[in-house]
């Protein structure tokens, strides 16, 4: 066996159902520290520099070259849609992958072998090794081949290590994967409930995590290389639910499905500002209600699938509480209203690449339904924005979160450095 070289994933949030409130925040928060250092650059602009290292500067029509990593720090910058580049085809049939929503955390049943055997992976666009094995174990058939390399990453809730194979994956009918790298677990922590992840992020994350130090294609770069999806770009949509393992959402890889959205996708680029700008990085200004008190002006940040709640910087989040007149519950360590507050609780307002997203009062709330499964009062109140721990103005002043992404269709495409955004027949639903 040759030495395998340290991780260089970014931390992962294990977010499972019935998990208290207080264990989500202090995972969010810890989660958004090690981005705020810098820790386990993923982002596209990252990407494009390791393929012009490992491809010279020769142009690739799925992407404009080097990537732009966007200009200036101001929410509008880059234009509206379509704004940074060439928008993603729309779907087929059979490009969706079904995504299971447990409550706080949610996951796909994904296919590995021939036969395939279907395994409970956890879904992560922040990190992009594809593994097995935490809890059902490896089945190796006629296409499984060890690559005798050693397997070590690191998130921020848990870790795995094992052995590289390589395998068909199967996404779903019209997605399947020859020859796919997958790490087979020998020990997992962490991991309750799941299989492993399916890691749908950048390439470049994967470096440093297999034995011999070079990036391992993804489960996205290889289904593009073998000609299954005509884009380097995910689209990712979630149906809010008040059940716990809900199947409710739909991961597209390649393309847009125009059934799931009701306008036209805004496209900003990657934002210019660190440390933003090394993850899916977006400028954007946050305010609240119709006298528009400005939160956040002129503001970098990401928008993230491993992060549950709505993340603003300290002086943000204090002035939306100051806003809503919420006081923080000390059992959960969530925001909380009375009824009389939340029926005049108002909007919040998120200007991203010249379009304006409204979340609404319902948005912004636990759902009621689920309370209990985070140690919460039934029928309380609860709301879905935390303080992140740290002042704006540092390049990370916000993480719009699964809370957040439930309400929106969202676009992480690789391809051209963008991350795009639409609205859904549930942007306004009123049901949490």
Request: hydrophobic share 30%; charged share 15%; no cysteine.
């Amino acid at each position: 066996m040759s030495n395998f070289v340290a991780s260089r994933s970014v931390p992962f949030v294990t977010r499972v159902a019935g998990r208290h409130a207080k264990d989500i925040i202090a995972r969010d928060r810890a989660r958004a520290q090690k981005i705020a250092q810098g820790i386990n650059p993923h982002g596209p602009a990252a990407f494009h520099e390791l393929r012009r290292r490992r491809h010279g500067h020769h142009g690739h029509h799925h992407g404009h070259g080097g990537g732009s990593t966007g200009a200036g720090t101001g929410a509008g910058s880059g234009g509206s849609t379509g704004g940074a580049g060439t928008a993603p085809p729309t779907s087929t049939p059979g490009g969706g992958v079904d995504v299971t929503d447990a409550g706080v955390t949610y996951t796909a049943s994904v296919g590995v072998g021939n036969p395939p055997t279907q395994y409970t992976l956890l879904i992560d666009t922040g990190s992009s090794n594809t593994w097995v094995g935490a809890d059902k174990p490896y089945r190796p058939t006629s296409s499984s081949k060890s690559t005798g390399q050693r397997v070590n990453v690191s998130y921020g809730s848990g870790s795995f290590s094992g052995t590289e194979y390589t395998d068909t994956v199967t996404l779903s009918p019209t997605l399947v994967i020859q020859n796919q790298s997958i790490g087979v677990a020998s020990t997992s922590q962490g991991f309750e409930g799941e299989d492993g992840i399916l890691g749908i992020g950048p390439v470049d994350l994967t470096q440093g995590t297999v034995s011999g130090d070079q990036p391992i294609p993804t489960v996205t770069d290889n289904l593009f290389a073998q000609g299954l999806i005509e884009n380097d770009s995910i689209g990712i949509f979630y149906q809010p639910t008040t059940e716990s393992g809900a199947l409710n959402g739909e991961l597209t890889f390649g393309s847009v499905d125009t059934s799931k959205i009701t306008s036209d996708v805004t496209f900003t680029p990657i934002t210019s500002t660190q440390p933003a700008s090394m993850y899916w990085g977006i400028d954007q200004d946050v305010t609240h209600g119709s006298g528009g008190t400005t939160l956040l002006s002129g503001s970098a940040g990401i928008v993230d699938t491993g992060t549950t709640l709505l993340l603003l910087a300290t002086d943000a989040f204090q002035a939306y509480q100051r806003a809503t007149g919420a006081t923080l519950d000390d059992a959960t360590g969530l925001l909380t209203l009375t009824e009389a507050q939340f029926a005049r609780l108002e909007s919040l307002f998120f200007a991203i690449g010249g379009t304006t997203f409204e979340l609404t009062a319902n948005a912004q709330i636990w759902p009621r339904a689920l309370n209990t499964t985070i140690g919460g009062e039934e029928g309380k109140i609860y709301l879905v924005v935390s303080d992140m721990g740290n002042p704006s103005g540092q390049g990370l002043d916000f993480i719009d979160g699964f809370a957040f992404l439930q309400r929106f269709y969202s676009v992480y495409d690789t391809g051209n450095s963008q991350v795009g955004l639409a609205t859904t027949p549930f942007t306004n639903a009123e049901t949490n």
